[in-house]
Nanobody, 114 residues
Framework: QVQLVESGGGLVQPGGSLRLSCAAS????????MGWYRQAPGKERELVAT???????NYADSVKGRFTISRDNAKNTVYLQMNSLKPEDTAVYHC????????WGQGTQVTVSS
């Protein structure tokens, strides 16, 4: 049973924008801090943005001021608005819990290239 389904990735030029969505099961979403993670080829997975169940957010320095995380608790969905994208943002993006995690979903590929 798939618990995390990410969508919204694609190919975008530098300076462009994308909005990612993640539909999560209630067991991983309710009461949990949710996060967006990314993994570039040959690199470790990194946590780029988090949001608590109360809406408090935190960002990695590399995306601060460009990315915005949000959540809809009624829909068990978390979003990542990505603006001013750079080639170094290219990665597979995943969502998952932060306080507790579930099996990783397939992720969504984001490619920033001219």
């Amino acid at each position: 049973q798939v618990q995390l389904v990410e969508s919204g990735g694609g190919l975008v030029q530098p300076g462009g924008s994308l909005r990612l969505s993640c539909a999560a099961s209630g067991s991983i979403f309710s009461g949990n801090t949710m996060g967006w993670y990314r993994q570039a080829p040959g690199k470790e997975r990194e946590l780029v943005a988090t949001i608590t169940r109360f809406g408090s957010t935190n960002y990695a320095d590399s995306v601060k001021g460009r990315f915005t995380i949000s959540r809809d608790n009624a829909k068990n969905t978390v979003y990542l608005q990505m603006n001013s994208l750079k080639p170094e943002d290219t990665a597979v993006y995943h969502c998952n819990g932060v306080l507790w995690r579930d099996t990783w979903g397939q992720g969504t590929q984001v490619t920033v290239s001219s």
